[in-house]
């Protein structure tokens, strides 16, 4: 059985945020070092001989658990890097527009609002009606920003501040057919949900591995449609650009050789998927997606506020967030780690401020109840007056 004494976390933290930069069991993270023990031991040799046989292994265990091939893939330090190679590929027309909706990630936003505004083009952000009724519903909500202009459809198969899983098969279906290049924000998909890029009809798609695959942090992976792949600029040219030493494909000479690095994080891949298999990891997400919807009701209640979709596994995974209403998010954020002990996320999004419980392997009845007597505490108490209105 699988708990907190596997992990490195501090042990005095009530640790409810693994969804934004996860956690690595101790047996990855010893793996992790002793990759970068043979770095250091023999840096030439590893670096240009050992290490790219070894980041070959690590893209054929990644592709084997995404349903992919292992030339379709290149490693990246995270989402963002792999949605910064997609802005600087995309030549869109002035006037073109970007799909999307109204509850993407901060940092994903910035970067398509960065590009719209060196091209001339428009990051259309749909707003989503919020609950969200039926997957029917969200499909016609979203809908409604395609016009002839649309080029691109760019959607997050979960959410982050408002942690819903989105049906994004639906949309690549309709993208398709509407001839949109299709990108997917599966940033906290890999280890949390299923992937199986052979049936998901992307263009491209980047997932974390260092949240629910438990890497280390600094993993991540874009893969693109081989049709695609000539498309996208390397971010960082390098000697894999007119390959010195040209490899099995062009896409990854093109995006892996990034100059000097460390790259011992995706050498984990392995020895992490066989982790994530020995521990039944879809049967580890499940328990964790029921814990947290057992605990959804009681929370709403304390908090006056409702879920954000049907309390379904279809929408919602091992995150889940509340509306909450508070006069200072960033303050509640610091009462909650300082007073409590409690590591949280508190984010704003839109108009809206959300609390996000994160339920990972790790965590326990006990936490939940820690959250749960905070809160109420925070509610209640004449000092914290104004921190969490009801
Ligand atoms: C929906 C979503 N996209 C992308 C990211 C990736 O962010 P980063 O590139 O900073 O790891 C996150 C991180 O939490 C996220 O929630």
Request: hydrophobic share 40%; aromatic share 12%; proline share 5%.
């Amino acid at each position: 059985m699988i708990s907190r004494s596997n992990f490195l976390l501090n042990q005095n933290l009530t640790f409810l945020n693994h969804g934004s930069f996860g956690a690595c069991p101790i047996e990855i993270f010893e793996d992790y070092q002793n990759w970068q023990r043979q770095l250091e031991y023999d840096p030439v040799q590893f670096i240009t001989q050992k290490g790219p046989k070894l980041m070959k292994e690590s893209r054929e265990a990644l592709a084997r658990f995404i349903n992919a091939e292992a030339n379709d893939l290149v490693f990246v330090p995270n989402p963002t890097f792999a949605i910064n190679i997609l802005r600087d590929s995309l030549h869109l027309q002035p006037g073109d527009e970007i799909l999307t909706t109204d509850l993407e990630y901060g940092a994903m936003d910035r970067t398509w609002k960065h590009y719209c505004l060196e091209n001339q083009t428009t990051y259309v952000r749909q707003k989503i009606n919020l609950p969200i009724q039926s997957k029917e519903a969200f499909l016609e909500d979203f809908w409604k920003g395609y016009s002839n202009k649309t080029k691109v459809v760019f959607i997050s198969e979960i959410t982050s501040s408002t942690a819903l899983k989105l049906p994004v098969k639906e949309i690549c279906q309709e993208a398709r057919k509407k001839g949109l290049l299709i990108i997917v924000d599966g940033a906290h998909s890999p280890g949390h949900i299923a992937i199986n890029m052979a049936e998901l009809d992307a263009d491209f798609y980047t997932g974390a591995c260092h949240k629910w695959m438990l890497t280390p942090k600094g993993s991540s992976f874009l893969w693109a449609k081989k049709d695609k792949q000539h498309l996208l600029e390397p971010l960082v040219v390098s000697w894999g650009y007119e390959a010195a030493f040209p490899g099995e494909s062009t896409f990854i000479d093109h995006h892996e050789f990034n100059g000097t690095r460390d790259f011992s994080a995706y050498l984990t891949l392995p020895k992490a998927i066989a982790f994530l298999e020995k521990n039944d990891w879809k049967q580890q997400a499940k328990r964790c997606t029921e814990t947290l919807l057992q605990q959804a009701d009681r929370f709403c209640e304390l908090l006056h506020t409702q879920l954000l979709a049907p309390k379904s596994e279809a929408f919602f995974g091992q995150i889940l967030s509340f509306p909450i209403k508070t006069a200072n998010p960033f303050q509640l954020k610091e009462v909650l780690y300082s007073d409590f002990k409690i590591e949280i996320p508190i984010m704003p999004h839109g108009d809206q401020i959300y609390l996000r419980i994160s339920c990972a392997w790790y965590t326990t009845e006990k936490e939940f109840e820690h959250l749960y007597q905070s809160l109420k505490q925070i509610i209640e108490e004449e000092k914290y007056s104004g921190l969490l209105v009801v």
